[in-house]
């Protein structure tokens, strides 16, 4: 990790905890946070949980973030959620183009940048994903897929916060992860395309991150922090997650 970036930990719920479990989960990842005060800590829980975690985060270091985002502000558009919807709930942040939602949703690199769009015109700070699948690694086309996942929404970056988060979908809900050498080399390629913004952009690992393996990965200098599935879900090892970006 770089000192001039602050170290980001979020947590991506993903389809659990979506009612009233929510609550002693993020009550309890509250109470950990107070012993870290230079790391910040995002809960992106499921939508039917945002007003429970919003409430348990209420005056603590703890913000909220949505798993993603509809592009237009309100609408016909039956069962989808807004940018100023996931505001007025209590978040602060919103996760884009998450692997899942392009490999399941069919989520493309012109709608992953649309949503990048409207979160930052709503006032939210995206998590931005990237990621190559493994036959892409195995093809030789890491850099190639990421940059061009990149350079997708990377005009629309000026002047804004964002955080950009990279994980290999091979990696994702496997067990399997990057080694630190493997995702430095990504994370430094997203740093070289980012011109300006290089030194203020946060970008994160996700993929498998533990609590074994985190200080390793966050230890690398182009690393800032991780975009956590599985270990979110357990605020021992979320913690456990965050105490190795405190260091």
């Known amino acids: 990790m770089n000192s001039i970036r602050r170290p980001l930990i979020a947590g991506n719920w993903k389809l659990f905890h979506g009612g009233l479990s929510a609550t002693p989960l993020a009550q309890a990842v509250v109470a950990i946070s107070r012993e870290l005060d230079a790391v910040d800590l995002v809960l992106c829980p499921p939508f039917t949980a945002l007003p429970l975690v919003a409430i348990a985060c209420h005056n603590s270091r703890v913000q909220v973030g949505g798993q993603n985002l509809y592009p237009k502000d309100q609408g016909a558009f039956t069962g989808e959620v807004s940018a100023p919807m996931l505001r007025d709930v209590g978040c602060k942040w919103v996760i884009v183009g998450h692997s899942e939602r392009r490999q399941l949703f069919g989520e493309t690199d012109v709608?992953?940048?649309?949503?990048?769009?409207?979160?930052?015109?709503?006032?939210?700070?995206?998590?931005?994903?990237?990621?190559?699948?493994?036959?892409?690694?195995?093809?030789?086309?890491?850099?190639?897929?990421?940059?061009?996942?990149?350079?997708?929404?990377?005009?629309?970056?000026?002047?804004?916060?964002?955080?950009?988060?990279?994980?290999?979908?091979?990696?994702?809900?496997?067990?399997?992860?990057?080694?630190?050498?493997?995702?430095?080399?990504?994370?430094?390629?997203?740093?070289?395309?980012?011109?300006?913004?290089?030194?203020?952009?946060?970008?994160?690992?996700?993929?498998?991150?533990?609590?074994?393996?985190?200080?390793?990965?966050?230890?690398?200098?182009?690393?800032?922090?991780?975009?956590?599935?599985?270990?979110?879900?357990?605020?021992?090892?979320?913690?456990?997650?965050?105490?190795?970006?405190?260091?």
């Not at 074994?212 to 599985?230: E, I, P, R, S, T």
């Open 111 to 247: 709608g992953v940048r649309e949503k990048t769009v409207a979160a930052l015109a709503g006032g939210l700070i995206p998590i931005v994903c990237v990621g190559e699948t493994l036959a892409e690694r195995e093809a030789g086309k890491t850099l190639q897929v990421v940059e061009r996942q990149v350079r997708a929404f990377l005009d629309v970056l000026a002047g804004h916060s964002v955080a950009i988060a990279y994980e290999p979908v091979w990696a994702i809900g496997t067990g399997k992860n990057a080694g630190p050498a493997e995702a430095e080399e990504v994370h430094a390629a997203i740093r070289s395309w980012l011109g300006d913004l290089a030194d203020r952009t946060r970008i994160l690992y996700g993929g498998s991150v533990k609590p074994d393996n985190a200080a390793a990965l966050l230890g690398c200098a182009n690393v800032d922090g991780a975009l956590v599935g599985g270990a979110s879900l357990d605020a021992a090892s979320f913690g456990g997650i965050a105490r190795a970006a405190q260091g």
